[in-house]
């Protein structure tokens, strides 16, 4: 069965720390993404990856950065985390050939809150 | 820009009722039209999908049909049950693009 694992279910953090959350994908897709899930915003796209070492800014870019260093692995990095980065992270991953005809495979999320 | 509308909830219904989740879009070309489920506490699962008009998209009992005529992708089952309690989000990724585009969500609650 396919995956996509988020390294953490749920992480509290203080105000000002370095925060990494990590996603790893074992269906050797190119396509991952950073969403956050905010109760009346929906899903956000953060960053976007289309493959390794390549880097896209979404819609809420500010205040976070990413790494792809290996194809399987995707972080997302809160330079100094504030508490309005409370939220549930999302990631996911999908293939690339006909990429707008497959769907994304879903981690199970990261609940972050700031403090 | 492309958009995608969904019914505001809760939905509620009861053990075997009929369900239908209205979505409308708007997108240039042919988008792809996906539907997601997300349970409590957990990430979104990819539940069906349908990549050209008239076709059905269909899984564990739920399809929805890609109208391009009045551009929807309605969401259906015939008998609910409790463990279908969940958040549903429609979706498109347009023909030439490359995010996602989700609807707001519709949370659904299925009584015994």
């Known amino acids: 069965d396919v995956k996509v694992t988020q390294s953490s279910r749920y992480l509290v953090k203080r105000t000002g720390e370095k925060v990494f959350l990590e996603c790893v994908q074992d269906?050797?897709?190119?396509?991952m993404f950073w969403y956050r899930q905010d109760p009346g915003l929906g899903l956000r796209l953060i960053y976007f990856s289309y493959d390794v070492k390549m880097k896209e800014k979404g819609d809420i870019p500010e205040g976070y950065s990413v790494s792809r260093e290996k194809k399987e692995r995707f972080s997302l990095i809160l330079e100094s985390a504030s508490t309005n980065q409370t939220s549930m992270y999302l990631c996911a991953s999908r293939e690339a050939r006909s990429g707008a005809n497959y769907g994304y495979t879903f981690g199970s999320g990261t609940r972050l809150t700031v403090v | 820009g492309n958009s995608v509308t969904q019914m505001e909830g809760p939905v509620t219904l009861s053990e075997e009722a009929f369900l239908t989740i209205n979505c409308t879009y708007t997108a240039t070309g042919y988008p792809s039209l996906f539907w997601y489920v997300q349970y409590p506490g957990e990430g979104l699962q990819l539940l069906l999908k349908?990549?050209?008009?008239?076709d059905k998209g269909s899984n564990k009992g739920f399809e929805a049909t890609y109208r391009k005529e009045t551009t929807s992708f309605h969401l259906e089952k015939g008998s609910v049950q409790v463990s279908d309690s969940a958040v549903y989000f429609c979706a498109l990724v347009d023909s030439g693009g490359f995010k996602t585009i989700f609807g707001a969500g519709t949370r659904l609650f299925v009584k015994a």
């Open positions: 349908a990549t050209k008009a008239d």
């Open positions: 269906m050797d897709h190119e396509n």
